[in-house]
């Protein structure tokens, strides 16, 4: 057991990003298991609640997804010391008081409440209310696209908690596609089907995944959450999905499930205009105490423009390091700080030629022969790796990966995103490849463990 605990861990490893990782979940640890009852150690109140208010669900649903079983957790504070002691000036302000939402996933601070309205995301939001108000009537299904970090999870969250505040009877499932896929795999495999079925199709009320765009190619997934979408759909249940472009953008999306998804409201997010992202500075900045001057404010919203993670990460970070070097935290501060890459940039794009590069050097083969069309194992093997951490770090489409292998046909790059997909799912080694490769393609050290 101590093995699958770390092995999920380490299995979230590469989403959560090595910082993350290091700070909050290694210094977890598992003491015994009785049962399915975990009973686990944290070196403090703190590192526990954070890593209940932040990690504990997405451990759960690891474990779940590997061993086909749902744990409970019991944490207890231990004073041992630990292997990774966090400095006392760059604790993050201590989380609210956690709030409970009975559907399990639904992170308590993603609300209606603290999402602030504007230019970018005005009919999202408004839909999304009047979605969470009517559920299953108007705005069925309703598809929110947009960017990465300009709040879809938030609206979606928001509105499971809207429904579980004003129609508590509702069963509502939160589901990442990802998780959605992994939980299908694993019920699959496991021979619990029946169960899986029944969690979303008889005892759902309200859908709301996350991501969708993570099944596309992904055909058996894929067919299920179509039939998934049928049954609730004709029975009136509410269903809300998010993705990072709209549905007839996602390329390996089945036509019949793009179709439905565009039955009712699609509505999509953009960045934040300036106004917006003072408002969101400020609402940041009181949450965590932070004490920070309006121009202070309008200079850091006229500096980060991209999305709002990024933009409350660039607050966190100012604050953090104000608070290290003990100085206010001034105009100049900020500029001085957001002018080092490692803090105002997303991390750097990944390309298509990097992941090449990487790869081939990885395996001590050629460029070349990664474009070429040598079907040979040592060569194969890489190639389809390499079409895999295309597809999954750069957002090229399978076409555009698919010219940039030589000019290979797009189902040649799906099946082999497929292959590897599958492979990983019981090779370890390949997993550990695959992750060392990902892993040095976006390694970005500008990522402080805000999340
Ligand atoms: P996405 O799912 O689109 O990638 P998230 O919903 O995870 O983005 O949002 C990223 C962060 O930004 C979250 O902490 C979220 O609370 C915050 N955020 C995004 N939009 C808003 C908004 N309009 N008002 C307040 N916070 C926001
Ligand atoms: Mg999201």
Request: hydrophobic residues 40%; glycine residues 6%; contains cysteine.
């Amino acid at each position: 057991m101590s093995d699958i605990w770390s092995e999920a861990l380490q299995g979230l490893q590469p989403r959560l990003g090595a910082q993350t990782y290091d700070l909050w979940l290694r210094p977890i640890a598992l003491r015994r298991v009785t049962g399915t009852h975990l009973h686990l150690t944290a070196p403090n109140r703190f590192m526990k609640e954070w890593f209940e208010n932040h990690y504990l669900g997405v451990v759960l649903d690891e474990l779940r997804a590997r061993t086909a079983q749902t744990y409970d957790v019991e944490i207890e504070v231990t004073t041992e010391p630990t292997p990774a002691p966090l400095p006392n000036a760059t604790t993050p302000p201590p989380p609210r008081p956690l709030i409970t939402a009975p559907p399990p996933q639904l992170s308590g601070r993603y609300r209606f409440q603290n999402f602030i309205k504007g230019a970018g995301n005005e009919l999202a939001a408004s839909a999304a209310w009047a979605a969470a108000n009517e559920p299953g009537t108007r705005f069925n299904p309703f598809f929110i696209y947009g960017g990465v970090g300009l709040g879809k999870t938030h609206l979606l969250h928001a509105i499971g908690h809207h429904i579980h505040a004003t129609r508590p009877e509702l069963r509502i499932v939160y589901q990442s596609a990802e998780r959605f896929m992994n939980e299908f795999i694993a019920a699959v495999r496991f021979n619990q089907f029946d169960e899986f079925r029944s969690r979303y199709r008889e005892q759902c009320d309200v859908l709301l995944i996350d991501d969708i765009q993570f099944i596309a190619g992904r055909d058996r997934t894929m067919d299920e959450f179509f039939h998934v979408f049928n049954v609730l759909y004709e029975a009136e249940k509410q269903i809300v999905v998010t993705a990072d472009r709209m549905p007839s953008e996602m390329q390996g999306m089945e036509d019949r499930l793009i179709s439905r998804l565009n039955w009712g409201l699609v509505a999509d997010i953009k960045p934040p205009d300036l106004e917006t992202r003072i408002a969101i500075l400020r609402q940041k900045a009181e949450h965590d105490r932070i004490p920070i001057s309006d121009d202070v404010t309008l200079h850091l919203a006229s500096i980060v423009r991209s999305n709002v993670r990024e933009l409350e990460g660039s607050l966190v970070r100012v604050s953090t390091l104000a608070g290290l070097k003990n100085v206010p935290i001034t105009c100049d501060f900020v500029s001085e700080l957001l002018g080092a890459p490692a803090v105002n940039a997303q991390p750097p794009p990944v390309s298509i030629e990097n992941v090449q590069k990487t790869v081939a050097a990885h395996f001590s083969v050629r460029i070349t022969d990664l474009k070429g069309p040598r079907r040979h194992q040592g060569i194969s093997r890489p190639r389809m790796i390499a079409m895999y951490l295309s597809r999954q770090l750069t957002g090229a489409s399978f076409p555009e990966i698919g010219l940039r292998f030589g000019g290979k046909d797009h189902s040649t790059v799906i099946n082999a995103c497929k292959r590897i997909e599958s492979i990983q799912s019981d090779d370890r080694e390949l997993r550990a490849t695959v992750d060392t490769l990902r892993r040095q393609l976006t390694s970005d050290t500008s990522t402080v463990a805000t999340m």
